[in-house]
């Protein structure tokens, strides 16, 4: 253990009743739920950036963190690696997720920036074999650098375009050296500011090659982890192009990419992007394009993408819910895509933070498969779509029926169908005996 964490014990499973803060009252991963373990359920992993690059600033003040290896160089990403796998090990969480830019400093070429890279790479190999602690997913920063400010993939320049490739490349090496279980792209800048400087059309058709050339890549090197786009509507950019799942999807099939790409979904940006978590995930299940998820929550009030720990259980029980439904995460998982509040300054703070968030997944997951369990909230579900089973329904359906001989029959038959109850508040009363 490095001095960063001194004093704090791995944190442990003791049930609902422990009023220990430091222990685990729902997360226990060897529960077995719905037939499988826990922690093989949930995935969890813990985001570099948040914990350990994050300094806790905001728009009218800078650094409140205290962070030994801030300002440094080599050495200090070194110091950082250790206490991150130190806060993994604590959690006893299965992975973590990192950019490029939250584990090295940036070099004065791209050759030294991937070099450096390439150094962090060997030290998180070592310690990855020491813990058994996983990488959910690598991604590149192509955000934060100003020559990122005009987009990566969607920048007017070819030349930040090219750049932005290398990027991308040395990551999805380091990924896959590293045995990354995903890729992830966040176009934190595939955007605009003003439509008045910007050709819309141009630039998706740059951020589709850029996507397809991320899919050639993986192939080529023979990286068996999913590549997954996580969409997001606005912040930074104003108008992000990849808005949100069902936006993703569409742009994914117009260039003919929806087979290779999934979504990592987050649940701020869903709100931002005016929808419900458990929307945007039912959604990209209903276009078999449900990848990983980055938990956290929004402050409702703010209108910003405030990346909190999240502590709202029934949202996470829905989301959970449409994720048991559609057969679980495969190399997906869950990422506390989540940073304290900036006077939260304290090492301990990082394990309060996630030990919350671990605690409310867990009860969520709980609660979802409670709902699978006892069936009733299925069965009605079904029960309100029963009518398509009919003969005529299927075939209406399928495809094997005209305007013209529908309207025929509803002449013929005189049809004059009665509405029924939604019974919205009879399903939430129901929902609510298992959150
Ligand atoms: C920012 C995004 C980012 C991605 C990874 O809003 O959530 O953190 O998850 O680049
Ligand atoms: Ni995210
Ligand atoms: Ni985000």
């Known amino acids: 253990m490095s001095d960063f964490f001194k004093g ?7 049930g609902p009743d422990s009023t ?5 009252r729902h997360y226990d991963p060897d529960a077995i739920v719905l037939g499988k373990r826990m922690d093989d359920h949930l995935r969890f992993a813990v985001a570099y950036w948040h914990s350990f690059a994050w300094e806790g600033g905001d728009p009218f003040g800078g ?14 990403a070194r110091q950082k690696a250790d206490a991150a796998f130190d806060l993994f090990t604590l959690l006893g969480v299965p992975y973590f997720c990192f950019h490029d830019a939250d584990v090295r400093p940036e070099g004065e070429s791209y050759a030294e920036s991937t070099r450096r890279l ?3 790479a060997d030290i998180f190999e070592t310690k990855m074999a020491e813990t058994g602690v996983k990488l959910l997913w ?4 192509l955000f934060s650098n100003r020559r990122f400010m005009a987009g990566a ?31 992830v792209l966040w176009g934190g800048r595939e955007g605009y500011e003003t439509l008045l400087n910007t050709n819309l059309g141009q630039e998706m058709d740059q951020m589709a090659r850029m996507l397809a050339m991320v899919i050639d890549y993986k192939h080529k090197i023979g ?3 999913t590549i997954l786009v996580e969409p997001k509507p606005q912040e930074p950019t104003k108008h992000q192009y990849d808005y949100d799942v069902a936006t993703v999807y569409g742009f994914l099939k117009k260039y003919g990419l929806e087979q290779e790409v999934k979504v990592n979904i987050e649940v701020g940006h869903a709100i931002l992007a005016g929808h419900t978590f458990e929307h945007e995930v039912a959604m990209a299940a209903a276009h078999g394009i449900l990848g990983s998820i980055d938990m956290n929550r929004n402050d409702m ?18 989301a959970y819910y449409h994720i048991l439904k559609a057969g679980g995460f495969t190399t997906g998982g869950t990422n506390f895509d989540a940073k304290l509040r900036r006077q939260s300054i304290d090492p301990e703070d990082l394990l309060h933070g996630h030990i919350g968030g671990m605690d409310i997944c867990a009860r969520g997951l709980k609660a979802a498969a409670a709902i699978i369990e006892d069936g009733t909230y299925e069965r009605l579900l079904a029960e309100r779509y029963a009518g398509w089973d009919g003969a005529e329904a299927q075939a209406m359906l399928r495809g094997e029926r005209t305007l013209e001989e529908i309207a025929a029959r509803v002449e013929r038959e005189a049809l004059d169908p009665q509405p029924r109850s939604g019974r919205q508040e009879y399903l939430e009363n129901l929902i609510n005996r298992f959150v």
């Open 223 to 225: 990286f068996k982890g």
């Open 63 to 76: 650094r409140t963190f205290e962070r030994p290896w801030f300002d440094g160089g080599m050495d200090a």
């Open 301 to 318: 009030q703010s209108g910003w993408d405030t990346d909190q720990f999240p502590n709202n259980a029934p949202e996470v029980a829905l």
């Open 138 to 141: 690598g991604t590149a920063n």
């Open 118 to 120: 390439g150094a962090l």
């Open 153 to 183: 993939a969607t920048n007017p320049d070819p030349e930040i375009f090219a750049y932005a490739a290398a990027t991308i490349k040395a990551n999805m090496d380091v990924t896959h050296r590293l045995g990354g279980e995903n890729y």
């Open 8 to 14: 704090l014990d791995k944190v442990r499973y003791e």
């Open 20 to 24: 220990n803060p430091l222990a685990f």
